[in-house]
């Protein structure tokens, strides 16, 4: 699929991606592939370039899937909340949950181009948890928990795995550019929810998401003892990363 086909699909989604590649620091890349394929001035694609990379390694290959299937599950849970009717009531929920829907779209649109034949299918999903969640599409309490728990886990799963794109630096600029979007998702449903926008954990979320969050120590340094600062204001200043295991372990009672 050529770069063109990619933003076509990107914009079925995405209405505004044109204003918004211009403008937006995270778009920059894309923008700049862009505009030298569009004009000519380059025969350049950034699938090309991804689909290179994975070429030359099963685990940028795996790490790219891998960031796929948590894609597919935050870009179907909010196509499924915009869709329960009167789930979602006031305006700026609404304007929000719409936005950060069109941003995971676009993210699933972009590795499955990049990928190509080797991206995986998506499967079902399962939001109850196997009847953990009952209500998550008709309580908005019950979906605004799975919601911050979704956009931290991803935060803090693509994180866990930069260090395995370190030899695609390319594919590593552009993960690292998602998953600061994500990041500024987790803050925004975290507002939304009346906490603060770093992270302390969520009532009633699932317990293996914010495991390991309450590190004090840093690059060997008790931050604690270091600042005079508590532990709460030491521990919401570092995020961790998960790992692989970690993260499908969150990701599997959610799957059907």
Not at 54 to 60: D, E, L, N, P, R
Not at 93 to 106: L, M, R, V
């Amino acid at each position: 699929m050529n770069l063109q086909n990619i933003l076509n699909e990107i914009e079925k989604v995405d209405a505004d991606v044109y204003e918004r590649l211009d403008h937006v620091s995270r778009r920059h890349v894309f923008h700049n592939f862009l505009k030298k394929a569009l004009t000519g001035v380059a025969p350049v694609a950034f699938g090309a370039i991804l689909n290179k990379a994975y070429a030359q390694s099963s685990t940028v290959a795996d790490v790219l899937n891998f960031a796929l299937t948590l894609e597919y599950l935050e870009a179907e849970f909010y196509n499924k909340g915009l869709a329960s009717g009167g789930l979602i009531t006031g305006m700026e929920g609404w304007n929000t949950f719409q936005q950060i829907a069109k941003h995971e779209n676009a993210h699933v649109a972009l590795l499955k181009s990049a990928l190509g034949g080797a991206a995986i299918a998506k499967p079902n999903f399962d939001f109850t948890a196997k009847g953990a969640y009952p209500d998550v599409f008709s309580n908005y309490k019950t979906f605004m928990t799975l919601a911050q728990a979704f956009e931290d886990t991803g935060v803090r799963a693509y994180k866990g795995q930069a260090a395995n794109l370190i030899s695609a630096p390319d594919v590593l600029t552009v993960a690292l550019q998602i998953h600061s979007v994500e990041a500024m998702h987790a803050a925004k449903v975290r507002y939304l929810g009346g906490s603060r926008g770093w992270i302390m954990g969520a009532m009633g979320a699932p317990a293996a998401v914010y495991a390991g969050e309450d590190v004090r120590v840093q690059g060997g340094v008790d931050v604690v003892n270091l600042t005079g600062l508590g532990t709460d204001q030491v521990t919401g200043a570092f995020d961790e990363p998960l790992t692989k295991a970690q993260v499908l372990a969150i990701a599997t009672p959610f799957l059907a």
